[in-house]
């Protein structure tokens, strides 16, 4: 029963030629049919096989238990996390998924309480040390995620805390001289040579992601000199980038944003309130590339965010604004207008 239940056979349901002796059909545990049906099928009720069930995974892990563990790696990386962060933030927000920005929101909480000392960004963390001084893709990957984390919660110490980041990059990564970023801190340990690598592969590169982010926190806080550097960075590479574009997709994205009409979105009203819910979601229901998006509650501070400043809830209910180059469509209250205005060339 344990063999028809695993699909284990004779001839094997896995054959690899080689990297495993001896060589020759192997069986992959592997549970084919829901319990219930099978159950059904071999005349248990679901709670007798649960109980047989129960047993065999005791059996195999006693036996288990006396093999040679394999070597486990848990230690955590900053900018693994940020590109996780990102993605269930953008997640979060896309699905309409809460869980998925209270997981990215414990991660970011976790890497600024336990790999951050003096402002600064730490690499690893593991066995409650955290150590070795952050990389240009720690702090890059990282302030991306918490950019993209303010998107899905609009919790403003998220943007902060990116902002206070990026100032770090800029100090201590910039190459003033030839413009791009390094891939070690200024005050890093020496090396024959101190690298740039803008080439994006299996993850994408920290030059990259940070002129990205560069010129999205140009649009939150009107910094032409952040879009400046960010310039800098497309033209250091520009002659790598003209040679094999295919290696370069983020910073072509970069590009593509850079040269393009950043909307931005503006969202007046009570965060729990429904009908603000349905302006955001309207923000997010189709994908609309070079855009940020903000939120605040009627009569609340802009608080340095440029695209909140004047901005009000017209006749008290929830309003948003999208605005391009200094210039805003008019305000609206309905998700289905907001679209559309987003849909717009």
Not at 34 to 44: E, R
Not at 230 to 237: D, H, I, K, S, V
Not at 317 to 342: S, V
Request: net charge neutral.
């Amino acid at each position: 029963l344990f063999c028809k239940y695993y699909d284990v056979t004779e001839s094997g349901n896995w054959f690899e030629p080689r990297g495993h002796a001896p060589a020759g059909p192997k069986n992959i545990l592997h549970v084919s049919k829901p319990p219930a049906t099978f159950a059904k099928l071999h005349g248990l009720s679901v709670e007798e096989l649960e109980s047989k069930v129960a047993t065999w995974r005791r059996k195999m892990l006693d036996a288990r238990a006396k093999r040679v563990p394999p070597g486990l790696d848990d230690k955590i990386l900053t900018a693994w996390n940020g590109l996780m962060i990102s993605s269930l933030a953008t997640g979060a927000r896309v699905l309409g998924e809460p869980k998925y920005a209270e997981a990215a929101s414990r991660a970011a909480g976790f890497i600024l309480d336990n790999l951050q000392r003096d402002g600064r960004l730490l690499r690893t963390y593991r066995d409650g040390k955290a150590q070795l001084s952050g990389y240009l893709s720690d702090y890059a990957f990282f302030i991306e995620g918490l950019i993209d984390l303010y998107e899905a919660t609009f919790e403003r110490r998220w943007l902060d805390q990116a902002a206070a980041l990026n100032e770090q990059v800029l100090r201590r990564f910039r190459d003033d001289e030839k413009g791009g970023f390094f891939f070690t801190a200024d005050d890093a340990e020496r090396l024959i040579a101190r690298t740039k690598n803008p080439h994006d592969g299996a993850i994408p590169s920290g030059n990259s992601v940070q002129a990205m982010n560069l010129l999205r926190l140009a649009a939150y806080f009107d910094r032409h000199q952040y879009r400046q550097v960010a310039e800098g960075t497309l033209r250091a590479f520009k002659p790598l980038v003209g040679e094999s574009p295919a290696q370069f997709e983020r910073l072509l994205c970069v590009a593509d944003m850079y040269h393009d009409r950043v909307k931005e979105v503006a969202i007046i009203g009570d965060r729990s309130a429904p009908e603000t819910a349905a302006l955001v979601a309207a923000v997010f229901a189709d994908f609309v590339p070079n855009k940020i998006v903000a939120q605040a509650d009627p009569g609340a501070s802009a608080n340095g965010i440029a695209i909140l400043k004047g901005k009000t809830a017209i006749g008290g209910k929830p309003t948003a604004y999208l605005c391009e180059n200094n210039t805003c469509r008019p305000p609206t209250h309905d998700p289905a207008t907001l679209q559309q205005q987003l849909a717009d060339r």
